[in-house]
Nanobody
Framework: QVQLVESGGGLVQAGGSLRLSCTTS????????LGWFLQAPGKDREWIAS????????NFAVSVKGRFIISRDNAANTMYLRMSSLKPEDTAVYYC????????????????WGQGTQVTVSS
């Protein structure tokens, strides 16, 4: 498994921006398509964005399309999520995980998650 660590969350006002990072100290980072997921209070974890192993293709959930940008730097073993025009409903814990190459909203290891990073958007 690839162990990923999320960072960059915080408190931001509605309309603001944040950049999340997802990194690993282990190998094999560049072999995997990666995704971002969020879990809002009292709700199930949901997929919001994915990027292929090479970084040449991205997919987004309707809820974030046009506001969030996903990117990765394989040389630095890091993936990013640039979030703009944030809304209070974006408040959640954000997680990153390897995703299946042909089902980009499905984690490779659905029972293995990091600590996540909290994003809170105030109105």
């Amino acid at each position: 498994q690839v162990q990923l660590v999320e960072s960059g969350g915080g408190l931001v006002q509605a309309g603001g921006s944040l950049r999340l990072s997802c990194t690993t100290s282990g190998g094999a980072f560049s072999r995997y398509a990666l995704g971002w997921f969020l879990q809002a209070p009292g709700k199930d974890r949901e997929w919001i964005a994915s990027i292929t192993a090479s970084g040449d293709s991205m997919n987004f959930a309707v809820s974030v399309k046009g506001r969030f940008i996903i990117s990765r730097d394989n040389a630095a073993n890091t993936m990013y999520l640039r979030m703009s025009s944030l809304k209070p409903e974006d408040t959640a814990v954000y997680y990153c995980a390897p995703v299946q190459a042909y089902s980009v909203n499905t984690p490779v290891w659905p029972n293995s998650w990091g600590q996540g990073t909290q994003v809170t958007v105030s109105s």
